[in-house]
């Protein structure tokens, strides 16, 4: 089984999980699949064969001071992941930001500190992964992707039982 997780936003990123291979692989976003070249490049960096897939996709909503322009643009992000997952035929389940971070981190996080615990979080459950950008920023699209590819992937184990 492979688990794919999507960060929609902005600064967005997708990330997969393959533990019958040991690989963890993270890609930044950043608003494209506005083409059939995004889509191809896109189904062979993600190596589909076939193999059963599982996603995570951030549900998103609105919230209180986001500009109108700034959330069509994110609603516009989260639609092209919605059609990219359907067409390939990859099932996902919607799921929002308070309970993928609740059972990835254990805890509801205190306010604002959600995207830092979860960075750290990943950072220490899987080491070899790059998080950071240039200069060492904190990239936590690429952090909050590999959580929610994590949470598929510790969900669907607990639905097998």
């Known amino acids: 089984m492979t688990y794919l997780g999507c960060d929609p936003g902005k600064a967005g990123a997708y990330a997969i999980i393959r533990p019958s291979e040991g690989l963890v692989q993270v890609d930044d976003f950043?608003?494209?699949?506005?083409?059939?070249?995004?889509?191809?490049?896109?189904?062979?960096?993600?190596?589909?064969?076939?193999?059963k897939m599982l996603c995570a996709l951030e549900k998103v909503s609105a919230f209180p001071g986001q500009g109108v322009t700034s959330m069509f643009t994110f609603g516009e992000s989260f639609g092209r992941w919605q059609m990219l997952l359907e067409c390939l035929g990859i099932p996902y389940v919607l799921v929002s930001p308070a309970r993928w971070?609740?059972?990835?981190?254990?805890?509801?996080?205190?306010?604002?500190?959600?995207?830092?615990?979860?960075?750290?979080?990943?950072r220490r459950r899987f080491p070899r992964v790059e998080l950071s950008g240039p200069r060492g920023a904190k990239l936590t699209g690429r952090s909050d992707a590999l959580a929610l590819a994590y949470y598929a992937m510790t969900e669907e184990a607990r639905s097998q039982g």
């Open 30 to 51: 950043l608003h494209w699949l506005s083409t059939l070249t995004d889509f191809e490049a896109f189904r062979d960096a993600a190596k589909l064969d076939g193999s």
């Open 101 to 122: 971070q609740k059972a990835v981190l254990g805890s509801k996080p205190p306010k604002g500190q959600a995207k830092a615990r979860v960075w750290e979080t990943m």
